[in-house]
């Protein structure tokens, strides 16, 4: 047995039952790091001694009988989620040594189910980009083409999903940065409604757009894991304060009758034929299987989303990031001549292109005389495409679009054209925009190149997008395909 394939679900039963243990599962997941991440670089940190230990710790807990669906379980952790003692670097040389002293609280409720922690995995430098490509450290190769992205900014949690380095991962997303490298590297990828699962421990990106969720081997993982990381925290004044439902109960293979809308605004110009069509077919299976399908939804202010979100989230970006000053953490000049010098010598060795290119973005959309013209109209936007989506949640149960207008393109393709860049993220940025859940789940292959399926659903609305897409997996099985460089042992 391929101890390192298994699901959470298939791992969890195998580990009840006392047929495998923990630390033979860890053992296997740290070998296949071993043989694989020199090929895709998803992890910036393997923390192979705590794995070990932890999971030591996990099997007596098993053996008491203390166990929870996520004891004993190897996970992978995006590399902006602090975790106590363990560096995190959001894959910048501004954190490239720094060490927090406390647990994100989504860290603190893994490791109280006995979670084994495998490492830290890389992404686009403090979250900014959609494809690997801008960490400080070394870009994620997709594992599906090693030519090609992984996709942004949670690339490196995604490959490591997809190679079997880990049986899952979380990542954040702030305009698309969990389902488009799940869509690119054939996982599941789930950013809940904001304020589902606390921020506090995460290092802010846009403070109203990020959210944490899952990337997981099936939807059903991705259930297991939101039943774990998902609740109001005290800590993080934007957590929802409401009641937690049991998402695995909402895995029932039948959406007979659910009404689904499928906005045009999403099909965009320029959009890869090949994934027009496998969408398309996705579309047809879902309305096969009961689901009552509407083809001219329509939400017109979704085409200036995209002007929106890259003034909005560049605004945010700016007053976060401004306190990496070089004085209480981080990375600091050495050789300045006064505050101010250091101050902008730390900002400016520290920080990479992209970050940079928004944070001056950020910067002059909210200066004396442009606050109005820029910031003030594009949350005027905001309001109008969360209008629109409220609307549209009168009339269906959930939208069908496309994850990304492309598959995974080569890498250095869109490096000298940021605009290009940025509209990989068109059909996701926004539900980021409007507050609400969104889940990819693969769907086909264009020219050996996966292709995603976003179903996007009201507010708190996780358990209706856990069972069209849980459906939907049913009866397809793409998301049991494995890229090649997988196969890979020692």
């Known amino acids: 047995m391929d101890l390192c394939r298994l699901t959470i679900h298939e791992a969890a039963d195998l580990l009840k039952k006392r047929e495998v243990s923990s630390v033979e599962l860890t053992e296997a997941v740290l070998h296949q790091v071993e043989a694989v991440d020199g090929k895709v670089n998803a992890l910036v940190t393997v923390t ?28 992978v952790l995006k590399d902006n989620l602090c975790t106590r003692g363990i560096r995190t670097t959001c894959s910048s040389r501004m954190l490239a040594d720094f060490v927090p002293p406390y647990n994100a609280t989504v860290v603190e409720k ?18 900014m980009g959609s494809s690997n490509e801008h960490s400080a ?67 802010a990106f846009a403070s109203s757009l990020d959210q944490i ?52 605004e999403f099909f965009v110009a320029g959009m890869q034929q090949g994934v027009v069509d496998q969408i398309n077919a996705a579309i047809a ?20 989303g995209l002007a929106a979100y890259y003034i909005i989230g560049p605004c945010e970006a700016s007053a976060n990031l401004a306190r990496y000053d070089g004085v209480k953490y981080g990375y600091s000049a050495p050789d300045a001549d006064s505050m101010w010098d250091a101050m902008e010598k730390t900002k400016e060795r520290g920080f990479g292109a992209e970050v940079k290119r928004r944070l001056m973005l950020g910067t002059y959309a909210l200066s004396a005389g442009y606050y109005d013209a ?33 598959v995974p393109f080569k890498i250095g393709e869109r490096l000298d054209d940021p605009v290009q860049m940025y509209l990989a993220d068109v059909c996701t940025l926004p539900v980021n925009i409007a507050g609400v859940p969104a889940i990819s789940v693969p769907a086909g292959f ?5 292709v995603g399926l976003q179903l996007i659903g009201k507010p708190l609305g996780e358990e209706t997008l856990l069972r069209i897409a849980f459906t939907y997996e049913q009866a397809t099985g793409w998301h049991r395909k494995k890229p090649a460089v997988a196969s890979i042992s020692i």
């Open 110 to 127: 893994l490791l109280g189910q006995g979670m084994v922690i495998i490492g830290k995995a890389n992404l686009d430098e403090f979250a």
């Open 48 to 75: 192979a001694d705590l794995a070990l230990d932890q999971a030591r710790r996990a099997d007596e807990r098993i053996k008491r009988g203390d166990a929870t669906p996520l004891t004993g379980i190897p996970g």
């Open 446 to 450: 264009v020219d050996g190149l996966p």
């Open 137 to 203: 450290f070394f870009l994620t190769r997709n594992p599906w083409n090693t030519d090609c992205v992984a996709g942004g900014s949670s690339g490196g949690p995604a490959v490591a999903v997809a190679t079997d380095e880990t049986l899952f991962a979380l990542g954040s997303d702030t305009g698309g940065s969990i389902r488009l490298p799940a869509s690119f590297c054939n996982v599941v990828g789930l950013k809940p409604t904001y304020g589902r699962v606390s921020r506090y421990g995460l290092v």
């Open 374 to 406: 820029y910031y003030l109209k594009a949350l005027k936007v905001r309001t109008l495409i969360r209008q629109e989506f409220e609307g549209a949640f009168d009339k269906y149960d959930a939208l069908v679009t496309p994850t990304s207008p492309t």
């Open 213 to 264: 969720g899952p990337l997981t081997k099936d939807v059903t993982d991705a259930a297991t894991v939101m039943n774990v990381i998902a609740g109001h925290d005290e800590r993080d004044s934007t957590s929802l304060p409401h009641p937690l439902p049991d998402y695995s109960s909402s895995l029932v293979p039948d959406i007979k009758g659910m009404r689904i809308g499928v906005p045009r």
């Open 285 to 304: 299976l879902l309305e096969g299987l009961g689901a009552v399908i509407d083809r001219d939804a329509s939400l017109p202010s979704i085409r200036y």
